[in-house]
């Protein structure tokens, strides 16, 4: 049971245009939301976070938006630069009865084309 | 550089063989995680430690162990290798073991089970 779905794969965006990433959970559990990027050869670095107390959290370029009603999160990178170009995976951490456990999805291929 | 590092980057080896994959986490941080990376997977989380005991256990097979010793390096002991095993896997450790804490990511060590 996949508790963390990115349901594309792959995206594929012009330089300077808007990237937007999607990400849905089933597990109303979830109090805490992190973006990671990871570049091929590459451990993934955290790019960004958001609480469920909050709907949005932006960081420069940016922007992570949380429906909890609707268990989505997304997040927007504008503008988009060939160096963005990297796998995005979405994690989400609840408690575990013992510890907090991050989990995350399959990933999110983004491409930026100059 | 995430300041945690990994050996050896890149195993191959045969069924039935045994492995270990050692991790040293960043400098002052108390945990340590596990997961593995499989063709078109997200990343699955094996096993925690903090501060040399066991925190968390999520999806790791009985053929798998690990430990963390008194100087917080940690050890993932892979036996009786089966060709699904080929993978990525990945350390990464964090200062706490709370929901909030982010992740520092190793640059992975590539298993090829032959």
């Known amino acids: 049971d996949q508790q963390v779905k990115q349901n594309s794969p792959s995206l594929s965006v012009q330089e300077g245009r808007i990237s937007i990433l999607n990400c849905d959970y089933t597990?109303?559990?979830?109090?805490?939301f992190l973006w990671y990027k990871k570049y091929p050869a590459e451990g993934p670095t955290f790019l960004i976070s958001?609480?469920?107390?909050?709907d949005k959290n932006e960081d420069g370029r940016f922007t992570v938006f949380l429906n909890k009603s609707a268990k989505h999160l997304s997040l927007h990178i504008v503008p988009s630069q060939p160096g963005d170009s990297a796998v995005y995976f979405c994690a989400a951490s609840a408690w575990g009865g013992s510890n907090y456990k991050l989990t995350f999805g399959k990933g999110t291929l983004l491409t930026v084309n100059p | 550089d995430s300041g945690v590092t990994q050996t050896p980057k890149h195993l191959i080896t045969a069924t039935g063989q045994r492995v270990t994959l050692r991790c040293s986490p960043r400098s002052g941080d108390l945990s340590v995680y596990w997961y593995q990376q499989s063709l078109d997977q997200g990343l699955q989380f094996l096993i925690q430690y903090y501060n040399g005991e066991e925190r968390a256990k999520g999806n790791i097979l009985e053929r798998f162990s690990a430990q963390q010793f008194p100087d917080l390096h940690s050890e993932l002991n892979l036996s009786s290798l089966e060709l699904g095993d080929s993978a990525l896997y990945f350390c990464?450790?964090?200062?706490?073991?709370?929901?909030?804490?982010?992740?520092?990511f190793g640059p992975g060590t590539r298993l090829t089970v032959l």
């Open positions: 597990n109303s559990m979830f109090d805490y």
């Open positions: 990464a450790s964090s200062v706490g073991t709370g929901g909030y804490n982010e992740q520092f």
């Open positions: 958001i609480s469920s107390i909050k």
